[in-house]
Nanobody, 124 residues
Framework: QVHLVESGGGSVQAGGSLQLSCVVS????????MGWYRQAPGKERELVMAKLGDGSTRAIDDVKDRFTIFQERATDTLYLRMNSLKIEDTAVYYC??????????????????WGQGTQVTVSS
């Protein structure tokens, strides 16, 4: 079982920066990655950026040059550094832990645990 607690959300003007934190507790022997999702009003939840177990990083195109995901092993904390924020980045951001799904043919790496979410609001 993995427990995730986010913090760091808030309100910022366009062009500003925020850093989200996610403290991870518990363990998952099938963990295959950690990431950040977001959900804007009226939209589906989307994966923003993830760090996978093979060392690769996955990200949507719009944030690749503005956001950075990194982990601090000593404190079991996952971060999302967001620079040059845009109004369209406004959303609830969720920390996520991914596990290998052994019931799938290709042992897919899927999101299994979620944090409670933290609101990010970007204004003009």
């Amino acid at each position: 079982q993995v427990h995730l607690v986010e913090s760091g959300g808030g309100s910022v003007q366009a062009g500003g920066s925020l850093q989200l934190s996610c403290v991870v507790s518990g363990s998952d022997n099938l963990n295959c990655g950690m990431g950040w999702y977001r959900q804007a009003p009226g939209k589906e939840r989307e994966l923003v950026m993830a760090k996978l177990g093979d060392g690769s990083t996955r990200a949507i195109d719009d944030v690749k040059d503005r956001f950075t995901i990194f982990q601090e092993r000593a404190t079991d904390t996952l971060y999302l550094r967001m620079n040059s924020l845009k109004i369209e980045d406004t959303a609830v951001y969720y920390c996520a832990s991914m596990s290998v799904n052994l019931t799938t043919t290709k042992y897919a790496c899927e999101t299994r645990y979620w944090g409670q979410g933290t609101q990010v609001t970007v204004s003009s």
